[in-house]
Each structure stands twice: as structure tokens, then as C-alpha cells.
């Protein structure tokens, strides 16, 4: 991007945005300042802005955290996603034909969202919530959404050839995943169709069989965007 199409205030005012992630809900004025590398001058000053228009807020315990804004953001973006409606019955059955949570990814710069996911109905589960923002190096969805993105990574050659990625105790050992691409009807890459559960259960049958479900839910899916 040219450097006249950016303006430094936004991309910094952003880079706070994206500092609170799945755990660090309310962060303080050190560890934003741990997190983005701006000075805390800096950081009240881009806040103050924040505050005032409803993207942060601060508590009485002075931490920070995100504001209503992004919410109404947030459910304008998902009244007017057409793909959220193809999506959820797709997800509902995979993970009654699977037992794991299902879970649909897009990328968000250097991370990955959680856009959408129905959870596991088992008592042991991996618990997912809408929104979460997982690092984009580790994981099957992660891969995914590396190898089909344009990232030109040798260890992604593997993931390009046989259309989906495994994670076994990537991010945490006791987790794992299995993971598609979903593209649209120009071959643009969506997001990452995903799988995941503990890993004790996620033997070579299991694998297979979520890679499988995976699979044909995103013929289908494209199918239906075309």
C-alpha cells in the first residue's frame, strides 16, 4: 500500500484495537503499552479518541476495555453476511455428525477470528466463543488461511496439495484440529472451515473422518455461493 493511501494515527488508534484478544479482555495502560511498543503519552492520547466514541472504555480499576461501538459494528457486519446464513446450518451439522466444535475463520492481519462456530454438545469440549482472536501460525485453521492467502511458505506446500491442514497440540496439547478452505465462485479465498476437539479423541480414524465432513460441506458451500 502506498504510503500516501495510510495515515499513522488510525493505524496506531487499530494497533490498540487489536492489542485485547481471547484472555486479555481488560488490559492496563502497561500492558498496552507492552503489547503495540507505543509510549504511554502516546497511548492515552489515541484512548482518549477511543473512549470518546464508544471503542474503549475504562474502568474503575483504570484497565481498558472494548467498547459498545465495535459490538454494533460487529452485529451490522453479521445482518449483512449472506455467507452467515449458508454457514450456520453447515456448522450445526458438522458438529452433530462430528461430536467436535465447528468453527468458520477469517484472517485479521497477523491472527486469525473466530467469525462464527456452534460448540461441541459434549461435556469435554473445546469451548470456542465467537470473536476470539488465536494466532495465526499455530493451528489447522491457521494453516489454511496462510496456505490458500497467498504466503509463499514452504512448510504450507503440504496443506496447498492435499486441500486441508491436521493441528495435533499446536497452540495447546490438549487440542486438535482439522481444517478446509472455503472459497467463493472467482476462487477467492473466504476463510477456513474447521474441526476441533480434544486430542485424545482425534485418532487417524477420526481425523479422516472430520477431513471428509470438512470437505464435502465446502463443495456444497461453494456450490451454494455460486
Known sequence: MAVQDRVEAVERALTILEAFAEGEAALSLAALAEHTGFYKSTILRLNGSLERFGYLTRGADGRYRLGPSLARLGGLYRDESDLEALLRP????????????????????????????????RELRHHLEEGARLPLTLGAAGKVLRAYGGEDDPALQRVRRDGYA?????RDPHLAAVAVPLSDDGGRLLGALCLSGLAAQFGLGHQRRCRDLLTAAATDLEAALR
Open 90 to 121: 453447515v456448522l450445526c451439522r458438522l458438529r452433530d455428525d462430528s461430536g467436535e466444535t465447528a468453527s468458520f475463520y477469517v484472517r485479521s492481519g497477523l491472527t486469525r477470528t473466530c467469525l462464527y462456530r456452534e460448540n461441541s454438545l
Open 166 to 170: 491436521l493441528s495435533l497440540g499446536e
